[in-house]
């Protein structure tokens, strides 16, 4: 096949999965090419069959914002009609939804037919779904596209809830490469963080505020009394000052490393005995997904479809949305316990394997053929 993909082209979650997802489909033999304003940060190396197309924006004086949607449309027709793609999958409802369906519908009065399939991500839907501003464009995006996939159940009950939907959505979860995520020999790294022995905590984000960090750093100020710990939180973002502030007035900066953005987190958490999850929101955990991975488990929150991934009791523990004293109390306990913690590292990646890419990668290309197969069948 040949397939676009438009998705953000940065180190979020939903980018790092189409991403990775393009990758994987190019070495399986399909010609993948990704339209977006820049090469995705993941698209790192050289693939013979994986493409790259820049969405060009023209500042003209009559417009205050550059009409991204409309020149990520005008690019589609332009790569759709000289490629031949035989099918646009784009993630994110708005803009790249709408924009595909736009060019859709110049394709066909050109005679050229294309579905479009629509994954569902997260804030398109629990952010969007408040904003009356773009419900709307949101309901018409996914009821229009030829296929709809969301990476959790809890993703797709909110839709549902949020949305007049007329249209199937298959839940297709996201994914975790294990010959890339995998626990590796990094003692040297862990004697540096660590010269005395300490547990390592670790978290991975954007800093936003519903990722909550400052309840890790709470959190951790309560572990601290009970155990020996490091802290390690990679990643940058608007949450980063208030956190390093509130660290400080609690005396526990010391114990904390804030390492920014980082390229090999694979080897970071190949260190860690605790992955701190205590997001507000949380379409499906990816983070934590690929921590379960390395065998670390997760102490999280039970929003949205972290659950999903981190079994309670199993991999991890859940706890309520900022209920900081009882992730602080499961933390303690597993970190006071060498032999559950040695089993939940099992569970962990035992769980992890089941999001195996190898795994997912052929429900993704099925659900190609099929949408595929049925706009062929509507056209005949």
Do not use: W
């Not at 208030?242 to 260190?271: N, S, T, W």
């Not at 972290?306 to 597993?334: C, F, H, Q, R």
């Not at 962990?348 to 052929?362: G, M, Y």
């Amino acid at each position: 096949m040949k397939i676009g993909i438009v998705c953000y082209p940065t180190y979020g979650g939903s980018g790092v999965v189409a991403t990775e997802l393009g990758k994987a489909l190019g070495r399986e033999g399909h010609e993948v090419h990704f339209v977006t304003y820049q090469q995705p940060a993941r698209l790192d190396y050289f693939q013979p069959n994986v493409l790259y197309h820049e969405v060009n924006l023209a500042n003209y004086p009559l417009f205050e914002y550059p009409p991204y949607e409309t020149a990520l449309a005008s690019k589609l027709v332009d790569v759709v009609q000289h490629s031949q793609l035989d099918l646009i999958h784009v993630h994110y409802a708005i803009p790249h939804a709408s924009a595909a369906l736009m060019a859709k519908r110049i394709l066909a009065k050109r005679g050229i037919h294309i579905p479009v399939v629509t994954t569902l991500h997260g804030t398109d839907i629990t952010l969007v779904g408040n904003n009356e501003t773009y419900a709307p464009v949101v309901t018409y995006s996914i009821n229009e596209s030829d296929g709809v996939t969301a990476v959790s159940e809890s993703l797709k009950q909110d839709t549902l809830n949020f949305f007049e939907i007329e249209t199937e959505i298959r839940v297709i979860p996201n994914f975790i490469d294990l010959t890339t995520f995998k626990k590796e020999n990094k003692d040297h790294f862990r004697t540096a963080i660590a010269p005395d022995g300490e547990k390592i905590l670790i978290h991975v984000s954007n800093f936003r505020k519903v990722k909550r960090v400052q309840d890790i750093i709470k959190m951790f100020h309560i572990v601290k009394e009970k155990v020996p710990v490091k802290l390690l939180l990679i990643g940058d973002g608007p949450e980063r000052i208030p956190i390093e502030k509130m660290a400080r007035e609690l005396c526990v900066d010391c114990d904390i490393r804030f390492l920014g953005k980082q390229d090999a987190v694979g080897e970071l958490l190949a260190v860690a005995d605790l992955f701190i999850l205590p997001s507000e929101k949380e379409s499906f955990g990816l983070a934590a997904l690929e921590a379960m991975a390395c065998e670390v488990p997760v102490i999280s929150s039970d929003a949205g479809g972290i659950p999903e991934v981190n079994i309670d009791g199993v991999t991890g523990y859940t706890s309520k949305v900022e209920d900081v004293e009882s992730m602080a109390a499961n933390a303690i306990e597993l970190l006071s316990n060498e032999e559950k913690l040695k089993a939940f590292r099992a569970n962990a990646l035992k769980k992890a394997s089941e999001f195996d890419l190898r795994n997912v990668l052929p429900i993704y290309v099925n659900y190609y053929e099929e949408v595929i197969e049925r706009m062929m069948e509507s056209i005949q």
